[in-house]
């Protein structure tokens, strides 16, 4: 079992509808959770990060964390075109030099 | 501020030569990483530095090595290259705090080609 795991996608969704992206992730001992967006060529990029149970918003974007459950999620409502990207995300302790562990990623499309 | 700079942004390498990946940050992080990327794939962490003077193995460090001589550079080695290192290489740097509460900021990546 890998360590965080994500829909392998592709993902298409429709311009204006919510993307939804999943992570699940194995160690319980793991504080905080990312999302970064990476654009093809490009370097990843922070767009979101949950430390507690609940809901997180920012603008669009919204990140959901159930810690009971070791999933993580990241909503994006009225999706745009320049949302295409691929979704990392990443888990992190707060001990071991606070070193993350990436999922494969989700590669979503938002189809005009 | 330039954040976190990578050089060179291609390099294209034959079988068995070496060569060494720049990486600097100006924003005072003292925590920093190497992680290289293979198409379709996440990140996988080559090494780690929790300070100058201070570094570790990650997770895929066989063939690299690293040193951290400041706060602000930590140079990736390859040595004796192979095409398994044919990947594309971030480097990234993050606050130190308790609870590891702050992402990376990630370097714009190396490309490299091992031929």
């Known amino acids: 079992q890998k360590e965080v795991e994500q829909n392998s996608g592709p993902l298409s969704v429709p311009e204006g509808a919510i993307a939804s992206l999943n992570c699940t992730y194995s160690?319980?001992?793991?504080?905080?959770f990312f999302w970064y967006r990476q654009y093809s060529g490009k370097s990843p990029e922070l767009i979101m990060f949950?430390?507690?149970?609940g809901d997180k918003e920012d603008g669009r974007f919204t990140a959901q964390l159930n810690k009971a459950s070791q999933y993580v999620s990241l909503l994006i409502r009225d999706s745009q075109p320049s949302d295409s990207a691929t979704y990392l995300c990443?888990?992190?302790?707060?001990?071991?030099?606070?070193?993350?562990?990436f999922g494969d990623g989700t590669t979503l499309t938002v189809k005009p | 501020n330039a954040g976190v700079t990578q050089t060179p942004k291609f390099r294209i390498l034959k079988i068995g030569q070496s060569m060494t990946l720049q990486c600097t940050q100006d924003?005072?992080?003292?925590?920093m990483y190497w992680y290289r990327q293979d198409p379709g794939m996440g990140l996988k962490l080559i090494y780690y530095s929790v300070g100058a003077g201070i570094t570790d193995k990650g997770e895929v460090p066989n063939g690299y090595n690293v040193s951290r001589s400041t706060t602000e550079d930590f140079p990736l080695r390859l040595e004796l290259a192979a095409p398994s290192q044919t990947s594309v290489y971030f480097c990234?740097?993050?606050?130190?705090?308790?609870?590891?509460?702050?992402?990376?900021?990630f370097g714009s990546g190396t490309r490299l080609t091992v031929v």
């Open positions: 949950i430390y507690s149970n």
């Open positions: 924003m005072n992080h003292n925590y």
């Open positions: 990234a740097s993050s606050y130190s705090n308790s609870g590891g509460r702050y992402g990376y900021t």
């Open positions: 990443a888990v992190r302790s707060n001990t071991n030099a606070g070193k993350s562990t």
């Open positions: 160690d319980r001992g793991s504080q905080s």
